[in-house]
């Protein structure tokens, strides 16, 4: 599925397009996006915006928010899973945020994995997502081909092997990259995810077909 990396008008205006599934969030992006929001600032704003799912970030160093989290989607009309938590996937501390968060009913994405062992502690857990950051992969000396490809070997012997979700994406090559090795999602920014649903006619065969159309 595609989903937009952003929470700018922009980005909501884009998400009305049924051919992306969702918004993605972290706290650099409403820092970016909306300045001075808050985790509960971005779920109140996109549990309004249409899609199939959105993803906010959650913090690992305090639990305050998941009290907050649990009361809005308890006044809420709409199923928990429209939102997806984000945890910056440090397994040791991240893991303890699990089951709290499975009881809510949110669905759970590791994120920021590198790691081999990350996404096995993430698969462990039963997490329904494990987020990769692809340039940034290769901005720390990882070759991202070669370990998102282990860690979608890996996920091929469990039955309960998460999603993997690709972030990071700088350019269209790298996304359509992406999805050859077997990734399940991306998370484009903006202008690379306006220019990836533009329709492509060599032949023109929109026109053609277009102009031959008869009722």
Not at 92 to 105: C, M, N, Q, R, T
Not at 124 to 142: L, Q, T
Not at 162 to 187: E, F, Q, W, Y
Request: proline share 6%; aromatic share 10%; with cysteine.
């Amino acid at each position: 599925m595609l989903y937009i990396d952003g929470i700018c008008e922009k980005s909501v205006e884009l998400v009305n397009q049924p051919v992306f599934a969702g918004i993605t969030t972290n706290p650099t992006i409403l820092k970016r996006d909306r300045p001075g929001w808050g985790l509960m600032d971005a779920m109140k704003f996109l549990s309004k915006v249409p899609g199939e799912r959105h993803f906010v970030q959650g913090s690992i160093s305090s639990t305050n928010w998941i009290q907050k989290v649990k009361e809005f989607i308890k006044k809420s009309d709409f199923d928990p899973e429209f939102f997806t938590v984000k945890l910056p996937w440090d397994p040791e501390k991240a893991s303890s945020f699990v089951p709290e968060l499975d009881e809510i009913g949110v669905g759970v994405c590791a994120t920021a994995v590198y790691t081999v062992e990350q996404y096995y502690a993430a698969l462990s857990m039963e997490v329904e997502y494990v987020a990769v950051y692809f340039d940034r992969m290769k901005k720390a000396g990882i070759d991202p081909e070669e370990r998102i490809t282990e860690m979608l070997e890996i996920g091929d012997w469990h039955s309960n092997a998460p999603r993997i979700i690709a972030a990071s994406i700088k350019d269209i090559d790298s996304a359509n990259k992406l999805l050859s090795l077997g990734v399940h999602d991306l998370t484009l920014p903006i202008e690379i995810a306006k220019e990836y649903i533009k329709g492509s006619f060599p032949a023109d065969d929109l026109d053609r077909f277009e102009g031959d159309f008869k009722l």
